[in-house]
């Protein structure tokens, strides 16, 4: 079993509607989270993290963290063609490494 | 936050050569990463450059393989040596800053093609 395990996809959704990714992992170790995105032939960007358990929002984006499930989902809302890109979670413990450990990434395509 | 800037940002290179990638931070930083991203994979840490010293190497990975230069704060050099097919990839160049909750900066990746 693989630490971090996310949905490769693709997702397809029509404009405006309610995206959900997703993201589960079996360290429970991990206190960081963190949600990437990556448009094509682009390097990852940090979208949003968070700290421990909890919700994050940031404009159209919710991450939410529920460590009794080791789950963690990055949600937005009114979805737009431009939300189109890979999204790939991340997470790291809180000493030893500095290296997150990444999940492989969900495709997400926002048709309009 | 950091701009990173990689070169090549792609190329098609012939089996047994050897290619060089780039990398440059706009600030200095004393982390420096390369990552392997496959199709459909997960990000996968080749090595951390540290400056002054020699690169840290992840599991499955070599010096030979993979030599890595780290002649200051800003630069970093990954270079693929002898390639071959199973090579062809997106290279990242990757920085993180002062603080310990993991976030990472990526350069535009390297998109390398061995025939």
Redesign the interface.
């Given at each position: 079993q693989k630490e971090v395990e996310q949905d490769p996809g693709p997702l397809s959704v029509p404009e405006g509607a309610i995206v959900s990714l997703n993201c589960t992992y079996s360290n429970s170790a991990f206190q960081y989270f963190m949600w990437y995105r990556q448009y094509s032939r682009k390097g990852p960007e940090l979208l949003m993290y968070t700290y421990s358990s909890g919700n994050k929002e940031d404009g159209r984006f919710t991450a939410q963290v529920d460590k009794s499930s080791k789950y963690i989902s990055l949600f937005i809302r009114d979805s737009q063609p431009s939300d189109s890109a890979t999204y790939l979670c991340a997470m790291k413990t809180t000493g030893g490494s500095y290296i997150p450990t990444f999940g492989r990434g969900t495709s997400l395509i926002v048709h309009p | 936050s950091a701009v990173?800037s990689?070169k090549p940002s792609r190329d098609i290179c012939q089996r047994g050569t050897s290619l060089t990638i780039q990398c440059q931070v706009d600030s200095q930083v004393t982390?420096m990463?390369w990552y392997r991203q496959q199709p459909?994979?997960?990000?996968t840490?080749i090595a951390?450059a540290n400056q002054g010293s020699e690169a840290t190497y992840e599991s499955g990975f070599v010096i030979d393989k993979f030599p890595i230069s780290r002649p200051n704060l800003t630069f970093s050099t990954l270079t693929v040596s002898n390639m071959s097919p199973e090579d062809s990839s997106i290279y990242?160049c990757?920085v993180?800053p002062g603080t310990?909750?993991?976030?990472?900066?990526?350069?535009?990746?390297s998109?390398l093609t061995v025939l």
């Open positions: - | 990173i990689q982390m990463f459909g994979q997960s990000l840490l951390t990242l990757s993180r310990n909750t993991g976030e990472l900066f990526f350069g535009e990746g998109r």
